[in-house]
Structures are given as structure tokens and as C-alpha cells.
């Protein structure tokens, strides 16, 4: 009986639970990851579709006879995720994955997007596009991507940011799955991730950060702030972890010869849910938990209007 209790007991009260975790640090990185054998799988799939270098490109004669810098990620129709439903379910449908996401966000909860995450490395990256893009804040390359190819998300690093930021005027009721496909160390672009940083709430991007001895002093622009501890993620084939969509999180140009592939899932609440874990995780926060206007770095037609970035520096 004893047992039993303990085993039915809500997993949010459990110390290493995900909604715990979500609470102290905005973050929960899964302790076994997801199936390497299957996840080194997908990799050969998708590695077999392209060649992940310089050919990805337009040049910039191209690019500059007609910029488009809005529609170039992945959408329904253009993703290379599309029909691989049997390949994602040592993801979708691993036991830890979908009991944490179970706790954080009910029975039901929904899948809202799905796509591949490329870091492409420096050598890959044309030379013209280069000194156009250093030190811009968000170095999404969906823009001078051929149009072949934007079933793919192309990310030459991108500074920290919050997941938020894709939605105005919606609240953080949904958390990001990201997933490594191979081995993740300091030089392939692995995630930069402030802890405690979602507990400000949402705020704008740019957002407001001095680096300091113990990580990064993170400001709200409102009188609030908070000491923040840099996690890098690192690990090998099939490291999974989930964040707050107010975690402030970021990558820095791809430094290794290879491009790294990861998984990137966002996951909402179910429909009518109520006091599941993200509730608990938003009534914990000290800010909003949504913004009318989410990001001022981008021009009308959404090019970089500002050239600042705090990743690089970390
Ligand atoms: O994978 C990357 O390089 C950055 C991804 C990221 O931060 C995001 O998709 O929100």
C-alpha cells in the first residue's frame, strides 16, 4: 500500500519533478534523454536530403532581387518533419517525455509545432552573408536559405531570447522540447540557457543583461532583476530538455566543421486545463506571463534594425 501511494503520488510534489524544476529554474533536463539508436536513425535520414553546406544558399544577387524575410521557416506543407511520424515516436511517444508533459500541461496536451533546428557552421556560411549578419541579435537564416530548403530552421546563433517571443498577445501556456540528434559539445552550437531568467515574466527582446562573475544580472526595464547562472546544454545523441517559454535561452555561431541538427517541439496546454503544472509555474512568476508587442530589434519588413548581442559575449 505504501508503495502504491508513493507511485500515485502527484509527480509535481516530487523533488526532481519536471514542474518543480520548472518552477525553481524555468527548466527540466530529462536524466536519460531518449533512445540514441533511434535518434542516430533519424540523423542518417535526414542528413540524406540535402547537402548541409554552402550549397544551402542563394547568392546575393539572388537574395537582393527580392528579400524575404517573413515565411521562411518551416510550415504546414514545408517540413521536413512532415510523414516522419514513426521515426519521432522514440520522442513523442518516450514514457518520460509524455509523463512530464502530462504533468505540465494536462491530458490532451497538443503539439503546436515541430521542426528541424540547423546550427550552421562558420565554414558553410557564404562570405557576403557573413559581414552582412555578425552581431545581429537573431541570426535566423531562413532569409538567404534556398526556398527548397525552409523546411528547416538555418540559425547562424541567435542571442538570448524567450520562446515567447513568436507570440504576441498570447500567454505562456505552452513549453519548448528541444532534442540532440548527436553528440552536443562547447563547439556545435549548444544551448545557452539562463537559469532562473523566467522568473521575471515576459519582457521585450532585446532583453536587459550584464554579464558577471556568477552568470548574467537579467533587468525587466520595470525595477526588477534577478541573478541569472548560465547552463550550457551539452550532451550525446538523444540529450532532451524542456524550458519555460520565458527562459531566456540563446546560441552562438556554430564554432565545429559540422552542422548540428536538433529537434525543436513546442507543446501547449490542453484545451480547458486547469491547474496543471504551467499553472503553478506561471503563478509563480513576478511579471506578465504575456505581451501585446514582444520584440523591437526588427524593421517594418522585418530585417535587423538593431546590431547588439549578448550570447556572443557569454
Ligand atoms: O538551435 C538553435 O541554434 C537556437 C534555437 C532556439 O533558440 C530556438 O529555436 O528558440
Known amino acids: 500500500m505504501a508503495a502504491a501511494a508513493r507511485k500515485t503520488a502527484p509527480a509535481a510534489q516530487s523533488a526532481t519533478s519536471p514542474t518543480r524544476d520548472f518552477i525553481d529554474h524555468g527548466y527540466h533536463v530529462f536524466p536519460n534523454g531518449v533512445d540514441p539508436g533511434a535518434a542516430t536513425r533519424l540523423l542518417t535520414r535526414l542528413k540524406a536530403t540535402r547537402d548541409w553546406d554552402s550549397r544551402l544558399f542563394l547568392t546575393e544577387a539572388e537574395f ?3 528579400p524575404q524575410y517573413v515565411g521562411v521557416n518551416p510550415k504546414p506543407g514545408r517540413n521536413l518533419l512532415e510523414g516522419l511520424d514513426d521515426d519521432l ?3 513523442e511517444r518516450d514514457g518520460a517525455i509524455v509523463s512530464a508533459l502530462t504533468e505540465l500541461l494536462g491530458e ?3 503539439l503546436m509545432n515541430r521542426k528541424v533546428v540547423c546550427g550552421v557552421p562558420a565554414k558553410s556560411v557564404p562570405a557576403w552573408l557573413k559581414a552582412r549578419i555578425t552581431d545581429n541579435p537573431v541570426n535566423n537564416l531562413g532569409a538567404y536559405v ?3 530548403y525552409r523546411d528547416v530552421t ?4 541567435i542571442d538570448f531570447h524567450q520562446d515567447l517571443i513568436d507570440f504576441k498577445d498570447r500567454e505562456a501556456d505552452f513549453i519548448t522540447l528541444y532534442v540532440y540528434i548527436h553528440p552536443v ?5 549548444p544551448l545557452f ?3 532562473d531568467s523566467h522568473r521575471l515574466g515576459a519582457t521585450v527582446f532585446p532583453h536587459d543583461l550584464e554579464k558577471n562573475a556568477e552568470g548574467w544580472l537579467y533587468r525587466d526595464g520595470k525595477g526588477g532583476w534577478v541573478q541569472t547562472a548560465q547552463k550550457l546544454l551539452v550532451g550525446d545523441t538523444g540529450y532532451a530538455a ?3 517559454a520565458c527562459t531566456l535561452h540563446g546560441t552562438q555561431p556554430d564554432a565545429a566543421d559540422n552542422e548540428r541538427l536538433s529537434l525543436r517541439y513546442l507543446y501547449a496546454k490542453a484545451p480547458g486545463a486547469r491547474g496543471v503544472g504551467i499553472d503553478a509555474v506561471n503563478a509563480s512568476l513576478k511579471g506578465p506571463i504575456a505581451l501585446a508587442s514582444t520584440r523591437q530589434d526588427l524593421d517594418a519588413r522585418g530585417a535587423a534594425r538593431v546590431k547588439a548581442n549578448s550570447v556572443n559575449k557569454a
Open 64 to 66: 537582393d532581387a527580392d
Open 89 to 91: 515516436a522514440f520522442v
Open 108 to 110: 490532451g496536451y497538443e
Open 146 to 148: 534556398k526556398p527548397q
Open 154 to 157: 538555418y540559425f547562424y546563433g
Open 185 to 189: 559539445t562547447r563547439h556545435d552550437a
Open 193 to 195: 540557457l539562463l537559469e
Open 242 to 244: 524542456m524550458w519555460h
